[in-house]
């Protein structure tokens, strides 16, 4: 008996993509329903595609999908935002890079679906795309997309001790995955010295939305801090580096 419904149409993000076969492209999508989902792009190498256009990172498209016995084949593609100032300057394509590689990162096609973390991820292309200075929309993506994938940092009270955060200068434990109060922390072997500036400029992103947390723009001291402890953080958690935040120090070196 034939399967009830031998084609669907998903609307998502494009992660990445690899060669498949001799012609084909085997592409990496997380859905609006929050689900990660690899399908094959018949052809998608030969010069005059027509689907090959729609299929590059970070664009959104709209897609007809044929299952199959191994992975679902593009049967229509139709680009709903191709995010085009992302491809028109590298710094721009990096910072868009870095967001897509840790959603990519942290999730598997396995998992049940996260259609908040699809959300955070348009949106901040979107940021990305149009703001000058995207410095705080990826940090907010950072500390948002953490918590929506469940790995949350504890900032509110003492990850060891469980004690409230008093107003000083704290510590932070990537083991225990939070903030250590002076006393837990001057004790515990890799902790590290936070200030407080940069606690309540991770305490304002963890809790706010978007346009409440632009309303704090951290100085350039802050700003380092800031994301030197998120880098320390997500590579401890992922047990590797990220490819795309050094590349983008490069950049920005050069």
């Not at 229509?76 to 890079?97: G, H, I, K």
């Not at 990519?104 to 795309?129: G, Q």
């Amino acid at each position: 008996m034939a399967e009830k419904f031998h084609s669907y149409r998903v609307e998502a993000i494009v992660l990445r993509h690899a060669d498949w076969g001799e012609a084909d492209r085997l592409i990496t999508l997380y859905t609006r329903e929050g689900a990660k989902l690899r399908v094959i792009a018949k052809g998608a190498r030969k010069i005059k595609s027509r689907k090959a256009g729609h299929l590059e990172p970070f664009t959104r498209v709209s897609l007809q999908l044929a299952k199959s016995r191994s992975f679902p084949i593009v049967t229509q593609a139709e680009t709903q935002d191709a995010y085009l100032p992302l491809r028109d300057d590298l710094l721009r394509t990096v910072t868009a890079s870095t967001v897509i590689e840790l959603l990519d990162r942290f999730t598997y096609e396995s998992e049940a679906d996260n259609p908040t973390a699809f959300s955070l991820l348009t949106d901040t292309l979107t940021r990305i795309a149009t703001q000058s200075d995207p410095w705080i929309a990826v940090r907010y993506y950072e500390v948002q997309v953490l918590d929506v994938l469940g790995y949350r940092p504890q900032l509110g009270v003492c990850a060891n001790c469980s004690n409230d955060i008093q107003p000083v200068d704290q510590f932070f434990s990537i083991v225990q995955g939070g903030i250590l109060c002076p006393n837990c922390g001057k004790n515990l072997p890799g902790s590290q010295p936070v200030s407080m500036a940069v606690l309540k400029t991770l305490r304002h992103y963890q809790r706010s939305s978007y346009p409440q947390a632009v309303k704090w723009d951290p100085p350039e001291i802050v700003r380092l801090e800031v994301e030197n402890l998120l880098q320390s953080y997500i590579t401890y958690l992922l047990e590797r580096e990220l490819n795309s935040p050094g590349f983008l120090k490069q950049i920005k070196e050069v």
